[in-house]
């Protein structure tokens, strides 16, 4: 049972990817295709790198044959300036991943200027919803990839626009670090091998910058070659790579999700509220009560997804999660479930059940992500 085959397709809603071309905004579109039928937005503003970047929207665009395509002319940002990504006078940083504070490269702003235009061309589309690739973990320090500034910006859509537009804002990796940004797009066969990532350089990738060694961390923690050409660097393994050891440093190392769905599997599902019960039943194009038939048992005063045949029945025949854009907050923040807290047996039970656990984790490191995760950061 599948929600994006070719007989379901036009029943989807319609999406505004925001695809710059980088690894995050490919995989965050490869997300968006089997939930929402994809339109796909380019933006330039101004950016060092824009010719090449824009080879790699259309040939991912291509990819997907994505019909729907508006490319933005954002280079006033240029013109403002202040960021190593539009100034040419500025230096692009090198080797200084892990550095506190805001970096050059930060484009001030920018997003709230992308998201602007997606949210214009979404409601005159009709789209109900705007992917973006951004993601908390792993983003060099920008404020405008954080959880409660997206927060803030759902408000100003909702202030901004007719009262009968309905545009909410997608995240899907807000949670990931590189290594899962990787490891999602390969599950989705999403076309890594198209995308660009480097800051500076449009024919070989540096592998200096912020963006590279990110790029080369994620597939090094993946254990997989990354597949574009460096400027001879030595291309990091998961064994090798400083970046990807454990140690306490990073409490996001920990843990990589495996997509292996043992957390799908049992005889008991989460409950859902109300709000996720009409998230997922907007999500699927069905009536509440429909929903609420087809999906979901009562019992008692709960509401949980059906079981069938000893998993979730959203539990796809690919191995993902058939409604993982709008799961509930239960199944989003599993493993890391706020019982390991104070509870090491329940830590080592979960450890026991899931793969995602690096074997050297230890406790301490464990429950911090916890707390971060659970606390919204």
């Known amino acids: ?31 968006a295709i089997r939930n929402c039928r994809p339109a796909f937005l380019h933006v330039n503003y101004g950016q060092l790198t824009e010719e090449r970047e824009l080879l790699a929207f259309d040939a991912i665009a291509d990819y997907y044959g994505i019909k729907d395509r508006l490319k933005v002319d954002m280079s006033y940002l ?41 949210v214009s061309w979404a409601e005159v589309l009709g ?5 973006i690739g951004a993601t908390e973990v792993d983003n060099s320090g920008y ?13 100003l859509i909702k202030e901004g626009t007719r009262p009968e537009t309905k545009i909410e804002i997608i995240t899907p990796l807000i949670d990931y670090n590189k290594g899962m940004v990787v490891k999602e797009g390969l599950a989705l066969k999403a076309p890594l091998h198209l995308t660009w990532s480097c800051y500076q350089n449009q024919d070989v990738a540096c592998g200096k910058c912020d963006s590279c060694l990110l790029r080369l961390k994620g597939f090094a923690a993946a ?25 306490s440093t990073n409490p996001h190392e920990v843990f990589s999700c ?27 194009d069905l009536d509440p009560a429909e929903f609420l038939r087809e999906f979901c048992v009562k019992k008692g005063n709960r509401i949980e997804m059906k079981i069938v045949d000893g998993h979730c029945i959203f539990y796809g025949d690919d191995g993902l999660c058939m409604v993982h854009e709008v799961k509930p ?20 039970a979960i450890k026991a059940d899931c793969p995602g656990f690096d074997e050297d984790a230890c406790y301490e490191d464990v429950c911090e992500l916890v707390r971060r995760v659970n606390n919204g950061y």
């Open 1 to 31: 049972m599948t929600f994006n085959s070719d007989d379901k397709q036009h029943k989807l809603p319609l999406g505004i990817c925001l695809v710059s071309g980088g690894l995050d905004s490919c995989v965050a579109a490869a997300i």
């Open 258 to 284: 495996k997509l292996c769905g043992h957390c799908c599997h049992g005889e008991s599902t989460v409950s859902l509220s109300q709000a996720e019960q009409k998230a997922i039943a907007s999500f699927l």
């Open 143 to 155: 404020p405008d990839c954080r959880k409660s500034y997206f927060d803030a910006y759902k408000l």
């Open 127 to 131: 789209a109900e919803y705007i992917y």
């Open 329 to 348: 907050f239960q199944c989003r923040r599993w493993p890391l479930h706020p019982s390991i807290l104070g509870d090491q047996k329940a830590w080592d």
């Open 78 to 118: 240029k013109s403002i300036g202040g960021s190593a990504l539009t100034d040419p006078t500025i230096p692009v940083p090198e080797e200084c991943l892990g550095e506190s504070g805001v970096p050059v490269t930060y484009v001030p702003f920018r997003n709230t200027h992308m998201l602007a235009m997606a």
């Open 223 to 247: 254990g997989v070659p990354d597949p574009i050409q460096y400027a001879d660097v030595t291309v990091p393994t998961n064994s090798t790579n400083p970046m990807n050891q454990t140690n």
